[in-house]
C-alpha cells in the first residue's frame, strides 16, 4: 500500500486530465445543452428508479433536445412532439440502428426490435408485416381472440365470486402493453366516475350491458377510443421508446448528434408536454374530440408505439386486444373501490421496467352485470 501512495497524485492527475479532455471534446462538438457529467459514471447518478421522469424534469432545465452521458456513451433526449418529428420522419434514415444494451446483446441477434438497420432486419420486418400483423391475417384470428377475452371474463367472474366480489391482483401477471394499459385505463375511470359513468354508458347504448363485444363493434364506440388514447398519453408502456442510435453525424436545430450517439424519444414527457397539451396531467378523454390525434404513428404528439421505420410492428393488435379487452371488462362488469382504498385513493406509482406498470396492482370489487338488468 505504501509503495502505491508516491503514485496517487499522478493517478489522479491523469484522471483529472481525461475529465477535463473529455469536456473540451463535448462542448466542441456543439452537442444540445445538459448535465455536467461527472467521471467515469457521467450523469448516470440523475436517472433514479423513474428514468423517464428524471429525464423530463432535467428536460425542463436543458430544453427539449438535451445530451447527457451515460458512462461514456453520448446520449441525446428527445422531449417534445417537434423535435421527435426532426429525428423520426425528417432523419429517420439516420437514426433507423438500434443501441443495443449489453444485458440484450445475446438476444440482439435475433430479435427485430434490436436488429441493426440491415437487409436481415428489413426482411424480417416485412415478413411481420405481411404474415402476422397484416389487417387480413389478424381477421382470420379474430375468433381466437373473442375467445381469449371471453376466458378472461369468466376469469375475472370467478374470482369475484370467490373473493366476494374482490378481484386483487387481476392485472398481476401481466408485463405486456395489453395488460398494462388496460389496468392503467381502469384505475384511471375508478378515480374519474364522471368518464367511467359516461363510458358503460356508451357501452350500453350501442351494444347493450352485459352482452359480449366484438371487434367489428370498436368503430362505434367513440369514448372508449378517447379512453384508450388519454391512457396511452398518460401512461405509455414504454415511456422511453428502444434506444436508437446514429448511423452518420447529423445537424439538428443547430446542434450536432454524433456519429454512435444513442437516441433516446421520452414519449412520457411528450404525453404530458404542456405546450401541446390543456392540464396534462388529468384525464380528459373528451379532449380527443376537439383534437383528432392518433397514436398509430401519424401525430407526433402522441406515440407511444414510435414512429418511423422502427414503429413497433406489433402495434395493429395491440390496438385490437386492448379495445377488446377493456370494453369487454367495462361492458359486463361494475367496478367499485373497497372501502380503504375509496378513503385513501388508488395509489397511481409508477414502476419502471421492461413496461410502465403500477408499482401496486389495482384492487377492485367487481360484480358482473346480468343482461337482463343492464344495469351499470
Known amino acids: 500500500m505504501a509503495s502505491f501512495l508516491p503514485w496517487l497524485p499522478w493517478l489522479l492527475a491523469a484522471l483529472l486530465s481525461v475529465y477535463l479532455l473529455d469536456l473540451l471534446a463535448h462542448s466542441r462538438r456543439l452537442l444540445p445543452a445538459g448535465p455536467r457529467p461527472l467521471p467515469l459514471i457521467g450523469s448516470l447518478h440523475l436517472l433514479g428508479d423513474q428514468p423517464h421522469r428524471s429525464l423530463a424534469g432535467l428536460a425542463k432545465m436543458y430544453g427539449p433536445l438535451m445530451s447527457l452521458r451515460l458512462g461514456a456513451v453520448t446520449t441525446v433526449v428527445v422531449s417534445s412532439p417537434d423535435v421527435a418529428r426532426e429525428f423520426l420522419q425528417r432523419h429517420d434514415a439516420a437514426f433507423a440502428s438500434r443501441s ?51 376466458e378472461l371474463v ?17 392485472f398481476a401477471a401481466g408485463s405486456d402493453t395489453s395488460s398494462s394499459i388496460v389496468e392503467w385505463a381502469i384505475a384511471e375511470l375508478m378515480r374519474n366516475p364522471l368518464c367511467m359513468i359516461r363510458a358503460c354508458d356508451e357501452l350500453s347504448q350501442v351494444i347493450g350491458s352485459g352482452t359480449n363485444i366484438e371487434e367489428s363493434d370498436i368503430g362505434q364506440l367513440p369514448y372508449l377510443q378517447a379512453v384508450v388514447k388519454e391512457t396511452f398519453r398518460l401512461h405509455p408502456p414504454v415511456p422511453l421508446l428502444l434506444p436508437r442510435q446514429a448511423e452518420t453525424t447529423t445537424n439538428i436545430a443547430g446542434y450536432t448528434i454524433p456519429k454512435g450517439a444513442r437516441v433516446f424519444v421520452n414519449v412520457w414527457a411528450i404525453g404530458r ?7 396534462p396531467e388529468k384525464i380528459m378523454p373528451e379532449r380527443f374530440f376537439e383534437r383528432n390525434i392518433d397514436f398509430r404513428g401519424v401525430h407526433f404528439e402522441l ?7 422502427r414503429i413497433c410492428p406489433g402495434m395493429p393488435l395491440a390496438n385490437r386486444m386492448v379495445h377488446l379487452v377493456l370494453g369487454s371488462l367495462l361492458n359486463q362488469f361494475k367496478w367499485n373501490l373497497p372501502v ?8 397511481m406509482s409508477e414502476k419502471f421496467g421492461l413496461t410502465l406498470v403500477k408499482a401496486i396492482p389495482l384492487c377492485a370489487l367487481v360484480t358482473p352485470i346480468s343482461v337482463e338488468s343492464g344495469d351499470h
Open 303 to 309: 406515440i407511444p408505439f414510435g414512429k418511423g421505420r
Open 100 to 150: 443495443v444494451p449489453d444485458a440484450t446483446d445475446d438476444h440482439a441477434t435475433n430479435s427485430v426490435a434490436w436488429l441493426p438497420n440491415s437487409p436481415r432486419w428489413r426482411a424480417l420486418r416485412r415478413i411481420m408485416a405481411a404474415e402476422l400483423f397484416a389487417p387480413h391475417r389478424l381477421d382470420a384470428l379474430r375468433r381466437l381472440r373473442r375467445e381469449k377475452v371471453q
Open 340 to 347: 380503504d382504498i375509496e378513503r385513501n385513493g388508488i395509489d
Open 273 to 279: 408536454h404542456k405546450d401541446t397539451w390543456s392540464q
Open 154 to 170: 369468466d376469469h375475472v367472474a370467478r374470482l369475484a365470486e370467490r373473493e366476494g366480489g374482490a378481484a386483487a391482483d387481476l
